[in-house]
């Protein structure tokens, strides 16, 4: 960085080059390396949306076959080791016929 009275063309591409790589950084998902406009727009990669969308499903399916026979809900370790106990197993995504995790 250099300080100066006049901004000549080499201080144009290189600012332009540095935003460039800024929003190339800043859209990237560390997870898959692809740029993913949503975390942008939510903070949140679309894999990691659709990880807490099965999720959500999961807990929900969890609570109708157990919670629903107590009436008084689950503790939270229990659901906990239920959850772990499925994603060892293959959770979810084995029972849509995708493959696990």
């Known amino acids: 960085m250099r ?3 006049f ?3 080499a201080d144009v591409y290189k600012a332009s080059r540095l935003m460039r790589e800024a929003i190339k950084t800043s ?4 997870r898959t390396g692809k740029i ?3 975390l942008i727009n939510s903070g949140m990669g679309s894999g990691q949306r659709r990880l807490r969308e099965d999720m959500r499903k999961e807990l929900i399916v969890l609570l109708d076959n157990k919670g629903g026979k107590t009436k008084g809900g689950m503790k ?3 659901v906990v080791k239920m959850l772990s106990l499925q994603r060892l197993l293959g959770g979810w995504r084995m029972r849509e016929g995708k493959e696990g995790y």
Do not use: A, H, L
């Not at 859209?27 to 560390?30: C, G, L, T, W, Y």
């Open 76 to 78: 939270w370790t229990e």
């Open 3 to 5: 300080f100066s009275d």
């Open 36 to 38: 993913d406009m949503g």
């Open 7 to 9: 901004v000549q063309v």
């Open 27 to 30: 859209v990237m998902d560390p």
